[in-house]
T-cell receptor, first 115, second 118 residues
Framework: EAQVTQNPRYLITVTGKKLTVTCSQN?????MSWYRQDPGLGLRQIYY???????DKGDVPEGYKVSRKEKRNFPLILESPSPNQTSLYFC??????????????FGPGTRLLVL | AQTVTQSQPEMSVQEAETVTLSCTYD???????LFWYKQPPSRQMILVIR??????QNATENRFSVNFQKAAKSFSLKISDSQLGDTAMYFC???????????????FGQGTTLQVKP
């Protein structure tokens, strides 16, 4: 089944404790992206990747890191989480061939609570 | 800057009736896609319908259809024969296809919560 998977789905952590949210897609998509969803703000892009080893900042990158060592994986790293990073996080992917952006397919979401 | 606005935070409709969700957007580009995503209580983001800006014909997917008015920058979603399973938050989204702003970023509206009542 074609899908985007994220782990963990739920996470409670404390301020400053490094964590990684994994994202994997099995559709051989070029493009991957991370979004965060907050009430009243919709979804906002954190980071994106056009291809392996190519990543760039989105609208709200502060406090986050990403890497794209393999085409299928795009982990989101919070080196020192803070309470304002409490949010619902989505990973998404699309074919992104030749830089053309089409429909993005979303993972199931990761709900993060930072105490 | 490109923006997407959904002016209806909450709406309700009786089962089997028709409801229309509004969305307006702002862009100076001519090549783009517009989407409606559904987010049920499970929080999964589910694609409902997609519209290419270069197509004049409005997209339809079963009970879901859009009214795309390019000049007015309006993109409303009509749900016919509403079902209880349509209860969800609905997001309108925009993406640029080309150009210097081609980051692949989906720009989302704030969302409209739709309640379908039995």
């Amino acid at each position: 089944e074609a899908q985007v998977t994220q782990n963990p789905r739920y996470l409670i952590t404390v301020t400053g404790k490094k964590l990684t949210v994994t994202c994997s897609q099995n559709m051989n998509h070029e493009y991957m992206s991370w979004y965060r969803q907050d009430p009243g703000l919709g979804l906002r892009q954190i980071y994106y990747s056009m291809n392996v080893e190519v990543t760039d900042k989105g609208d709200v990158p502060e406090g986050y890191k990403v890497s794209r060592k393999e085409k299928r994986n795009f982990p989101l790293i919070l080196e020192s989480p803070s309470p304002n990073q409490t949010s619902l996080y989505f990973c998404a992917s699309s074919p992104g061939l030749a830089g053309v952006q089409e429909t993005q397919y979303f993972g199931p979401g990761t709900r993060l609570l930072v105490l | 800057a490109q923006t997407v606005t959904q002016s209806q935070p909450e709406m309700s409709v009786q089962e089997a009736e028709t409801v229309t969700l509004s969305c307006t957007y702002d862009t100076s580009e001519s090549n783009y896609y517009l989407f409606w995503y559904k987010q049920p209580p499970s929080r999964q983001m589910i694609l409902v319908i997609r519209q290419e800006a270069y197509k004049q014909q409005n997209a339809t997917e079963n009970r879901f259809s859009v009214n795309f008015q390019k000049a007015a920058k309006s993109f409303s979603l009509k749900i016919s024969d509403s079902q209880l399973g349509d209860t969800a938050m609905y997001f309108c989204a925009f993406i640029s296809l080309y150009g210097s702003s081609n980051t692949g970023k989906l720009i989302f509206g704030q969302g409209t919560t739709l309640q379908v009542k039995p």
